[in-house]
């Protein structure tokens, strides 16, 4: 599946490890809450980096005492309208403090990307198939936003308090 | 009244282009119709019965004559030459192709106006009082909260998919004519002991299929808090909605199963972590909103000037609509005119292209070019000189929209029904059309007093039936059209649900049970009593009797 | 079993379109192409899936239809409105 992260992209180095698969040597996985739970120590102590990848009903909450241990969180939607995610990401960002990877994975569809991104994604998981170039432009769709969050895009109130100083 | 600024010019420029580009790749196949249809309704475009609906923002209700006439132009050059106001003091359009949609927006957008979240499970256009800054009965004046929410609101990238549709209602004044208690979220605004305004906050109201009565979670929540507030319901909202059924995802839901008390907690303790950060309302950027909201250069004038008198003594006419249809405005010397969009045998809420341009232009002439649309399908002119009124008067007569039935039995709201709507199981205009033309005697109206018929064509109560004095629901038996009575229902101050009075009626047999509704009021009031006033002494008992007595 | 027409909006417009005797789409019920049975039917949502995919038309169903000497005559209220329009509109008046 393409990747997209930090608005272009890359190869994929991690495995999206299931529940019954053999943990690999010397690969980065990708493992559910529930592996967390069982293997912490092992997953702890193996020497590479670890990813966590939360259902859409399992809130980060449940991992904010962990979240040192991860470099990468994979939020899923498991259908586009489950907006669960965008929340889960902007407390990952805004309240924990969670700076690694924030990869939005399932049913990722490019008229929300630019959402995603704002909550503090900063890398998608594409469909196959998906036209790369197409999905970067809808990043750009807009350059005005009303709401202050986690990205550093200047919100609209901001800009206008700029205008206003420098008006007066 | 507000007026874009650059940015927010630029935000629904990019909006028409995106869309645009949406259609464009529906339209040559890029997107199929599972993946373009909750896009299309981001932005308010269903697809019918008969064609494409397409539902245009009317933020909090306020219209410019500027937009208005816009509006007109959509009717006449993409539509067929009218549209329809909505409970959320919007206009919809039945007509429009879908070809057409972005040319629609892009000439929208020339007048500031847009179609964002009209439609899907994101925060939908906050409506408010519609006599917001002008009502006698105003705390305060809550349209530029309206305005910070609406631009808080608008393509919130946290809250574009939550469980289910989201609505805020807002009013300022003491009387409820916003239906606050009917609605997801509903503020009114109060003062603190030291004066200082904000907000009682009400959540989990809602109609559709399981009605409930908002509750209050805070009884004063200070004014540059709203933001970081609501972000915080919305927030629990998101997180907890039920999403593994459409009919239990609305946040009344939510709140029902946790109580009120556990639900306000969530909210509070949200609400420590956001509250005194960036989403707090700096004075400045309040101050900044609500100059666009300074009062119009009002005239000092005489509040009863004996033209008025005279007037409403030599034309019966113009006295029974300054009585119906008038309403008492804060400035001395000016009024609030109503007009009804309920003509004898009309189709409730409609206006034509004509009539839009005529409401325009007076409210150029006489209402410092401001309209307003209400919740319960009618425009209002905020800012009449009451020396105008006689020519405002006439002006609406001569168009067809000076009915003087404001809040009477023939002033209902009523869904568009089977004739447009692809969710509904019977007609429901038909219906109000017969109710209309069997009370046309507006002296019979008015000896009836106020009395507010709702209607909806199915369960999910767009028609608010639930909250009507009488409310009609249509219920489709072995394919033909019923209607089921409530009686008792309130969005006013003391909301309340109607309770259904019996089996539902024919199509043929409505207009008959309306009738004797009607007549078993007026025999069995009290000296000044409205009808909802008796039914609460009385009850149900001497409506179902007669109703039910020939069967 | 009723004779069945398929019915649909039309992609671009979102008129009510019913599929022809000629295989292409009309705004007319006259003139539909009718299934007398099950086969016949499926025969005609295969058709109906088609202009589908190739972005004609959306969400096709099959309706009942009665063979009058008057002409064809859907048997439902929703469907009677939907071929011939809302039974009150405000620019019929």
């Given at each position: 599946?393409p990747?997209?992260?930090?608005?272009?992209?890359?190869?994929?180095?991690?495995?999206a490890?299931?529940?019954?698969?053999?943990?690999p040597?010397d690969?980065?996985?990708?493992?559910?809450?529930?592996?967390?739970?069982?293997?912490?120590?092992?997953?702890q102590?193996?020497?590479?980096?670890l990813?966590l990848?939360?259902r859409?009903?399992?809130?980060p909450?449940?991992?904010?005492?962990d979240?040192q241990?991860?470099?990468?969180?994979?939020?899923?939607?498991?259908?586009f309208?489950?907006?669960?995610?965008?929340?889960?990401?902007?407390?990952?960002?805004e309240?924990?403090?969670?700076?690694?990877?924030?990869?939005?994975v399932?049913?990722?569809l490019?008229?929300?990307?630019?959402?995603?991104?704002?909550c503090?994604?900063?890398?998608?998981?594409?469909?196959?198939?998906?036209p790369?170039?197409?999905?970067?432009?809808?990043?750009?769709?807009?350059?005005?936003?009303?709401?202050?969050?986690?990205?550093?895009?200047?919100?609209?109130?901001?800009?206008?308090?700029?205008l206003?100083v420098?008006?007066q | 009244m507000?007026?874009?600024?650059?940015?927010?010019?630029?935000?629904?420029?990019?909006?028409?282009?995106?869309?645009?580009d949406q259609v464009?790749?529906?339209?040559?196949?890029?997107?199929?119709?599972?993946?373009?249809?909750?896009?299309r309704l981001?932005?308010g475009?269903?697809l019918?019965l008969?064609a494409y609906?397409?539902?245009i923002?009317?933020?909090?209700?306020?219209l410019?004559?500027?937009?208005?006439?816009k509006?007109?132009h959509?009717?006449?050059?993409?539509?067929?030459?009218?549209?329809?106001?909505?409970t959320?003091?919007?206009?919809q359009?039945?007509?429009?192709?879908?070809?057409?949609?972005?040319?629609?927006?892009?000439?929208?957008?020339?007048?500031?106006l847009?179609?964002?979240?009209?439609?899907?499970?994101?925060?939908r256009?906050?409506?408010?009082?519609?006599y917001?800054?002008?009502?006698?009965d105003?705390i305060a004046d809550?349209?530029?909260?309206?305005?910070?929410?609406?631009?808080?609101?608008?393509l919130?990238?946290?809250?574009?998919?939550?469980?289910?549709?989201?609505?805020?209602?807002?009013?300022?004044?003491?009387?409820?004519?916003?239906?606050?208690?009917?609605?997801?979220?509903?503020l009114?605004?109060?003062?603190?002991?030291?004066?200082n305004?904000?907000f009682?906050?009400?959540?989990?109201?809602?109609?559709?299929r399981?009605p409930v009565v908002?509750?209050t979670?805070?009884?004063?929540?200070?004014?540059?808090?709203l933001?970081?507030?609501?972000?915080?319901t919305l927030?629990?909202?998101?997180?907890?909605?039920r999403?593994?059924?459409?009919?239990?995802a609305?946040?009344?839901?939510?709140?029902?199963?946790?109580?009120?008390?556990?639900?306000?907690r969530m909210?509070e303790?949200?609400w420590?972590?956001?509250?005194?950060?960036?989403?707090?309302?700096?004075?400045?950027?309040?101050?900044?909103?609500?100059?666009?909201?300074?009062?119009?250069?009002?005239?000092?004038l005489?509040?009863?000037p004996?033209?008025?008198e005279?007037?409403?003594?030599?034309?019966?006419?113009?006295?029974a609509?300054?009585?119906e249809?008038?309403?008492?405005?804060?400035?001395?010397g000016?009024?609030?005119v109503n007009?009804?969009?309920?003509?004898?045998?009309?189709?409730p809420?409609?206006?034509?292209?004509?009539?839009?341009?005529?409401v325009?232009d007076?409210?150029?002439?006489?209402?410092?070019?401001?309209?307003?649309?209400?919740h319960e399908?009618?425009?209002?002119?905020?800012?009449?000189?009451?020396?105008?009124?006689m020519?405002?008067?006439?002006?609406?007569?001569?168009?067809?929209?000076?009915?003087?039935?404001?809040?009477l039995?023939?002033?209902?709201?009523?869904?568009?029904?089977?004739?447009?709507c692809?969710?509904?199981?019977?007609?429901?205009i038909?219906?109000?059309?017969?109710?209309?033309?069997r009370?046309?005697?507006?002296?019979?109206?008015r000896?009836?007093?106020?009395l507010?018929?709702?209607?909806?064509?199915?369960?999910?109560?767009?028609?608010?039936?639930?909250?009507?004095?009488?409310?009609?629901?249509?219920?489709?038996?072995?394919?033909?059209?019923?209607?089921?009575?409530?009686?008792?229902?309130?969005a006013?101050?003391?909301?309340t649900?109607?309770?259904?009075v019996?089996?539902?009626f024919?199509?043929?047999?409505?207009?008959d049970?309306?009738?004797t509704i009607v007549?078993?009021?007026?025999?069995?009031?009290?000296?000044g009593?409205?009808f909802?006033?008796?039914?609460r002494?009385?009850?149900?008992?001497?409506?179902?009797?007669?109703?039910?007595?020939?069967? | 079993?009723?004779?069945k027409?398929?019915?649909?909006?039309r992609?671009?417009?979102?008129?009510v379109?019913?599929?022809?005797?000629?295989?292409?789409?009309?705004?007319?019920?006259e003139?539909?192409?009718?299934a007398?049975?099950e086969?016949?039917?499926?025969?005609?949502?295969?058709?109906?899936?088609?202009?589908?995919?190739?972005?004609?038309?959306?969400?096709?169903?099959?309706?009942?239809?009665?063979?009058?000497?008057?002409?064809?005559?859907?048997?439902?209220?929703?469907e009677e409105?939907?071929?011939?329009?809302?039974?009150?509109?405000?620019?019929?008046?």
């Amino acid at each position: 599946m393409p990747l997209i992260k930090n608005g272009q992209q890359v190869a994929d180095p991690w495995l999206a490890l299931g529940d019954e698969e053999t943990l690999p040597e010397d690969v980065p996985v990708i493992v559910s809450l529930e592996r967390w739970q069982q293997e912490k120590d092992v997953l702890q102590t193996r020497g590479m980096e670890l990813g966590l990848r939360l259902r859409s009903d399992q809130s980060p909450q449940q991992v904010a005492e962990d979240l040192q241990f991860f470099s990468l969180i994979a939020l899923e939607f498991p259908k586009f309208t489950d907006g669960r995610a965008y929340s889960y990401a902007r407390l990952l960002r805004e309240r924990h403090g969670f700076s690694g990877e924030l990869r939005a994975v399932g049913n990722v569809l490019r008229d929300q990307l630019l959402f995603m991104q704002r909550c503090g994604f900063d890398a998608f998981e594409l469909p196959e198939n998906a036209p790369v170039e197409a999905w970067l432009r809808a990043l750009e769709d807009f350059s005005v936003w009303y709401q202050p969050v986690t990205d550093n895009r200047a919100p609209v109130s901001s800009l206008r308090r700029r205008l206003r100083v420098a008006a007066q | 009244m507000y007026r874009y600024d650059e940015f927010d010019e630029a935000l629904v420029r990019e909006r028409v282009a995106q869309f645009s580009d949406q259609v464009q790749r529906r339209l040559n196949g890029e997107l199929n119709e599972d993946e373009f249809k909750p896009l299309r309704l981001m932005n308010g475009l269903y697809l019918q019965l008969h064609a494409y609906m397409f539902r245009i923002a009317i933020p909090y209700g306020t219209l410019s004559s500027v937009q208005l006439r816009k509006l007109a132009h959509v009717a006449r050059t993409y539509d067929k030459g009218y549209g329809h106001i909505t409970t959320r003091q919007n206009m919809q359009f039945n007509w429009p192709r879908l070809e057409d949609a972005p040319a629609i927006l892009s000439d929208l957008a020339d007048a500031q106006l847009h179609a964002i979240q009209t439609s899907g499970n994101c925060i939908r256009n906050t409506t408010a009082d519609q006599y917001a800054g002008v009502a006698a009965d105003e705390i305060a004046d809550p349209r530029h909260y309206c305005e910070i929410i609406r631009q808080w609101s608008t393509l919130h990238p946290e809250f574009s998919f939550l469980p289910r549709k989201f609505k805020i209602a807002v009013t300022g004044a003491e009387e409820d004519r916003a239906a606050l208690r009917t609605h997801d979220i509903g503020l009114r605004m109060r003062r603190d002991a030291d004066g200082n305004p904000g907000f009682e906050v009400m959540v989990g109201g809602g109609l559709g299929r399981t009605p409930v009565v908002g509750v209050t979670i805070r009884e004063f929540l200070p004014e540059e808090h709203l933001l970081s507030y609501l972000e915080s319901t919305l927030r629990v909202y998101n997180q907890l909605g039920r999403r593994d059924n459409i009919h239990k995802a609305r946040i009344k839901i939510l709140v029902q199963s946790v109580g009120r008390d556990a639900f306000a907690r969530m909210v509070e303790e949200e609400w420590a972590q956001l509250r005194d950060g960036y989403l707090t309302l700096p004075q400045e950027e309040l101050d900044t909103i609500a100059r666009y909201f300074a009062p119009p250069p009002y005239e000092t004038l005489e509040d009863s000037p004996p033209e008025l008198e005279l007037w409403q003594s030599t034309s019966p006419g113009f006295a029974a609509w300054m009585n119906e249809n008038v309403a008492a405005h804060k400035q001395a010397g000016y009024a609030i005119v109503n007009i009804s969009l309920k003509p004898e045998g009309g189709v409730p809420g409609d206006i034509t292209a004509e009539q839009m341009d005529v409401v325009a232009d007076l409210a150029e002439r006489y209402s410092f070019s401001e309209i307003r649309a209400t919740h319960e399908q009618n425009l209002v002119l905020p800012y009449v000189r009451k020396l105008d009124l006689m020519a405002v008067w006439q002006g609406l007569q001569q168009a067809g929209l000076a009915t003087a039935n404001i809040g009477l039995i023939s002033d209902m709201i009523c869904c568009p029904g089977l004739d447009y709507c692809n969710l509904a199981n019977t007609r429901s205009i038909p219906v109000a059309q017969e109710i209309s033309e069997r009370f046309a005697d507006l002296s019979k109206q008015r000896d009836i007093g106020p009395l507010k018929i709702k209607m909806s064509g199915c369960i999910n109560a767009c028609g608010h039936h639930h909250v009507g004095h009488i409310g009609i629901l249509g219920v489709d038996k072995k394919g033909q059209e019923y209607y089921q009575i409530t009686l008792g229902g309130s969005a006013e101050n003391e909301t309340t649900l109607g309770n259904i009075v019996g089996p539902a009626f024919s199509a043929a047999e409505i207009g008959d049970a309306m009738e004797t509704i009607v007549d078993t009021y007026l025999t069995i009031r009290e000296e000044g009593e409205s009808f909802l006033e008796t039914y609460r002494r009385v009850g149900q008992q001497p409506f179902k009797e007669t109703l039910y007595a020939a069967h | 079993m009723y004779l069945k027409a398929i019915t649909a909006n039309r992609l671009r417009d979102g008129r009510v379109v019913y599929l022809s005797e000629a295989g292409n789409w009309s705004q007319s019920l006259e003139g539909s192409r009718l299934a007398r049975d099950e086969e016949e039917l499926q025969s005609l949502l295969d058709q109906a899936e088609v202009s589908v995919l190739r972005n004609e038309v959306v969400a096709p169903y099959a309706i009942d239809v009665l063979e009058l000497d008057s002409g064809y005559l859907t048997t439902r209220c929703r469907e009677e409105i939907r071929s011939t329009g809302p039974s009150r509109r405000t620019d019929a008046a």
